[in-house]
């Protein structure tokens, strides 16, 4: 079946402007992650949603990162006035639901450059 | 809170021999899980190998194997058979049952042919 799927896969955009970007999960997965890779180093988390539970925030680096899911498919992933340390590759995933544990399968990304 | 290491930023081997990646871990939980994902130049982040830490054998992925030392908190990944497809960026990856993945900072794998 089809994969996770994000959108844009690349976004240019000068500093201060707001962006949004798109991830839909796989069908059927109610887990949703949002990481950060930045040139050369290894995915940080941003943000979990699971079902219709409070999402966990604890990976956002500031409050003008900002996250949305509609029930349990499409997310956006909004940054608010953008700075040149925002520049990275935007990973989503998705997994079934945690009773003890479950893969999590991601999508391609989107490359984020502020100029 | 949970760190992962990887030591190894680099990593070359010759093709259809066996490289071992290293991976440590810190944490205080019993109860967790390990991974190993591939990430090549297209940006997919692809599982190749997965351990649940209150299994005491070793993962075993058709070439990929893992070596985990719960006591020493060490999980490395053995590539038996190199191949070209195999060169790409490995992450080392840990989590608690229903929470986020915390990734080392990748071994990049060279093969050469």
């Known amino acids: 079946g089809a994969g996770v799927s994000q959108s844009p896969s690349n976004k240019v955009t000068e500093k201060g402007k707001d962006v949004e970007l798109r991830c839909d999960p796989i069908?059927?997965?109610?887990?949703l992650y949002w990481y950060r890779q930045r040139l050369g180093q290894g995915l940080e988390f941003l943000i979990y949603?699971?079902?219709?539970?409070?999402?966990?925030k604890s990976g956002l680096p500031s409050d003008r990162f900002s996250a949305e899911r509609t029930g349990e498919s499409v997310s956006t992933l909004t940054i608010q006035r953008t700075q040149q340390e925002d520049s990275a590759v935007y990973l989503c995933?998705?997994?079934?639901?945690?009773?003890?544990?479950?893969?999590?399968?991601f999508g391609p990304g989107t490359r984020l450059l502020v100029l | 809170a949970q760190t992962v290491t990887q030591s190894q930023p680099e990593m070359s081997v010759q093709e259809a021999e066996t490289v071992t990646l290293s991976c440590t871990y810190d944490t205080s939980e019993s109860d967790y899980y390990l991974f190993w994902y591939k990430q090549p130049p297209s940006r997919q982040m692809i599982l190749v190998i997965r351990q649940e830490a209150y299994k005491q054998q070793n993962a075993t992925e058709n070439r990929f194997s893992v070596n985990f030392q719960k006591a020493a908190k060490s999980f490395s990944l053995k590539i038996s058979d190199s191949q070209l497809g195999d060169a790409a960026m490995y992450f080392c990856?840990?989590?608690?049952?229903?929470?986020?993945?915390?990734f080392g900072g990748g071994t990049r794998l060279m093969v050469k042919p």
């Open positions: 990856a840990y989590t608690e049952a229903g929470n986020m993945l915390t």
């Open positions: 995933a998705s997994s079934l639901p945690s009773g003890g544990w479950e893969t999590q399968y």
């Open positions: 949603f699971q079902g219709n539970s409070a999402p966990d």
């Open positions: 069908s059927g997965h109610t887990a």
